[in-house]
């Protein structure tokens, strides 16, 4: 009688960080996650390194702009003008 | 080809509210206002120009979106000092690995707390947007669309109209680049130095106190 969890294969560190970025884009599906989430649940240094990867990526998500010139809004009228 | 007044009013309310999304998108790939302006107000000037071709009304977004990445790499490949992605691959392998993580969660700094966490909240916007902007023009694309804007492989995949393994190829580079200049400028900006002087500084202090 074995239990779903039972059937995930382990995965070496190697394989785990090969998966690593499909994870954190949300592209990992199916056995393969379970696969990684398994080993992340065991794995210290594999967890560290999908927070960090995901810690870096929501930086980026969160990058501030100068907001939009006066010149650019003027610029973008006109030529709405245009057509 | 002139647009009727109806198509002018449509287009109109379909872009207006995009604006500021592709603006922020030209601002990222571009890291210069005067620049991002240009091609945002280019890249409207197409859309525009095209506007009868764009089927589905639903699909706005990523419509504007392909149009501006196109304008940045057709304006990109023009300069002189373009890189092809082919040579750029071909010269620097060993950035193909890179991984900020692995270079700063070394054992024996490990128990001063989370080094990899601290330089991630030191780094100023300015930093990161600048080693964004110095990728080459593919790698950049790829890493913008993905980590700044959000957007899906699939997604990236229709916009850049590149196979989805070209996308995670392209990404996998992008970053690999990108957090070894983050690397570099976070070593000469003396950011992990600091940290490691506190560090010799605790433990003089600590062999001190047990004398
Ligand atoms: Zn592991």
New binding site residues.
């Given amino acids: 009688m074995k239990t779903e969890k039972k059937h995930i294969k382990s995965i070496s560190?190697e394989e785990?960080l090969k998966r690593v970025f499909d994870y954190i884009d949300e592209h990992l599906r199916g056995k393969s996650r379970a696969e990684l989430e398994h080993?992340l649940e065991t794995?210290r240094?594999?967890f560290d390194r999908v927070e960090f990867e995901k810690l870096l990526k929501s930086r980026l998500s969160k990058l501030k702009v100068e907001a939009q010139s006066e010149t650019l809004r003027k610029r973008l009228d006109a030529l709405l003008e245009q057509f | 080809m002139k647009l009727t007044k109806d198509e002018q009013e449509d287009f109109k309310a379909l872009v207006l509210p995009l604006l500021d999304e592709l603006h922020r998108l030209a601002y990222h790939l571009c890291h210069n206002q005067c620049d991002a302006d240009d091609l945002a107000a280019e890249a409207v000037k197409k859309a525009c120009e095209n506007f009868r071709r764009l089927r589905d009304r639903a699909k706005i977004k990523p419509w504007l979106i392909r149009i501006l990445s196109n304008t940045f790499i057709s304006a990109c490949r023009a300069r002189k000092d373009y890189r092809a992605i082919e040579y750029v691959e071909d010269t620097d392998q060993e950035g193909e690995h890179f991984s900020l993580f692995t270079q700063i969660s070394q054992p024996f700094l490990l128990w001063w707390g989370n080094p990899e966490r601290e330089l991630i909240n030191k780094l100023l916007d300015e930093d990161i947007q600048r080693a964004i902007g110095s990728l080459p023009v593919e790698f950049r694309l790829a890493v913008v669309l993905c980590d700044v804007e959000g957007l899906s492989y699939q997604e990236i995949s229709e916009i850049l109209q590149v196979p989805i393994g070209t996308v995670r190829s392209r990404l996998a580079r992008g970053r690999s680049i990108l957090q070894k200049k983050l690397w570099h400028h976070a070593q000469e900006s003396g950011i992990l130095t600091r940290k490691k002087d506190d560090h010799e500084n605790r433990k003089k202090a600590h062999q001190e106190h047990q004398l």
């Fill in positions: 560190c785990a080993h794995c240094h594999c």
